[in-house]
């Protein structure tokens, strides 16, 4: 078979370069120490195919997720870092909602729980977006 990949266009697309990579990213937010409040973006993100959202937590371990046909959804920025050769280990959540022009804190809900002899919960955020790519 002699098929070939095209996008939603039509237009023929080369298998060898990622789509993702055709698309044009705008950086919508960003801010080096992070914030674990509501952010506002500084466009609108209506229209955006996917946007990646990166993050990182109190020790700074970064992660990031990518989020497809963003804007109403709920989405759980998580990790679940080791240190000090696997003597101390947390698992981190925060769950956001995306709106066209923010990302918000969605009812508080975030915290940690700390893998080492007292499986403790913290009822805290310390979760922090750092920066918001947009594709379109």
Do not use: C, H
């Not at 679940?80 to 696997?86: E, H, L, R, T």
């Amino acid at each position: 078979m002699n098929d070939v990949l095209k996008d939603k266009n039509g237009s023929i697309l080369n298998p060898k370069i990622p789509r993702y990579e055709k698309k044009m990213p705008i950086v919508v937010y960003e801010n080096t120490n992070g914030s674990n409040s509501n952010i506002n973006l500084i466009q609108s993100i209506e229209n955006a195919e996917f946007i990646d959202v990166e993050f990182k937590n109190n020790n700074n371990t970064f992660n990031n997720v990518r989020v497809y046909d963003p804007v109403g959804k709920q989405v759980i920025l998580f990790m679940a870092p080791v240190y000090n050769a696997g003597q101390t280990g947390w698992i981190q959540s925060s769950q956001k909602k995306i709106t066209a022009t923010q990302i918000l804190n969605d009812g508080g809900q975030a915290g940690q729980i700390e893998l080492a002899t007292n499986n403790m919960f913290q009822d805290a955020n310390y979760i922090v977006i750092t920066k918001v790519i947009a594709f379109y």
